[in-house]
């Protein structure tokens, strides 16, 4: 009884709608999925809707990218209250610094001599803007040839056109789930290299590591998994689905839905 946690949809940088996502996971048997996009709730009402019929369970999730020491640490929150007025206020203000963001990204760009409009990355996005769609504009006007060249040459940190973010700390994403009465987990720990925080978040809050994950080998979910027993933390994971944007497929990384009901225990 599968249960993919970690799903990103048109409403940040996934290219599958809500709607197509829950078809997808119902056509491959999934019994749950967390909808977790970037700094926003706004995709998860579309997911429940279409699940409404459906032998599928969606988690209402998020995902916050948040800054420690200039490294991009997320963190995930599930059967978080999507309606809690200072959780939507906090994330519109995320939506506002990603804007802003990418604003000052396509300036760099243009010093460069390179052109995209603004208007082009924006007008089909209902959601979160981040630098995925930066790479896609610059893909579509043949700039580069792949969403990886796009990062390497221009928009990767330390290339011409970086702009640094300014967000929150994780522990202050902790803090935001569970004020808005979710439970925060780590999002995979191995590739953002943020070990080093576990315990200390572990103690403001953080209920669960991601532990499987496209991008963790097994000697990586073998050493989370450990991490997890140490300090009383569930073992969660997901596949980080974007859809065609990212190599990792719907129900690449799953766990058993006996977690769902573990979370969904702990948010009571
Ligand atoms: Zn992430
Ligand atoms: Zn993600």
């Known amino acids: ?55 599928l369970v969606v988690v209402p999730g998020v995902e916050i990218n948040t800054d420690y020491m200039g490294r991009e640490i997320h963190i995930l929150g599930y059967f978080i209250n999507i309606k809690d007025p200072t959780l939507i206020h906090r994330l519109g203000l995320l939506a506002t610094a990603r804007d802003e ?29 981040g630098r995925p769609h930066v790479a896609e504009a610059l893909r579509s006007a043949g700039v580069v040839s792949t969403i990886q060249e796009a990062f390497d040459r221009f928009i990767g940190r330390g290339r011409p056109a970086y702009v640094p973010r300014s967000w929150y700390t994780p522990g202050e994403a902790v803090t935001m789930v569970l004020e808005a009465g979710g439970i925060p987990v780590m999002a995979h720990p191995g ?14 809050g953080l209920k669960g590591i991601e532990v499987f994950h496209p991008e963790h080998s097994q000697p990586d979910i073998d050493h989370y998994l450990q991490l997890c027993q140490r300090y009383g933390l569930i073992a969660t994971g997901g596949s980080d689905y974007h859809g065609h944007r990212y190599r990792s497929q719907l129900g690449q990384s799953t766990v058993s839905k006996t977690v769902v009901d573990q979370l969904r225990r702990l948010s009571l």
């Open 1 to 55: 009884m599968p249960a993919d946690l970690h799903i990103h949809t048109t409403y940040s940088d996934g290219s599958d709608s809500p709607q197509k996502v829950v078809e997808r996971a119902v056509a491959q048997g999934l019994d749950a999925i967390a909808i977790t996009d970037h700094d926003t709730v706004s995709g998860v009402p579309a997911a429940l809707e279409a699940a409404r019929d459906l032998p």
């Open 101 to 129: 963001r990418v604003s000052r990204i396509v300036g760099r760009l243009g010093s460069l001599g390179v052109h995209i409009e603004l208007d082009t990355i924006r007008f089909k996005k209902a959601g979160t803007l």
């Open 191 to 204: 590739p953002a290299d943020a070990d080093r925080m576990i315990p200390k978040l572990a103690e403001s």
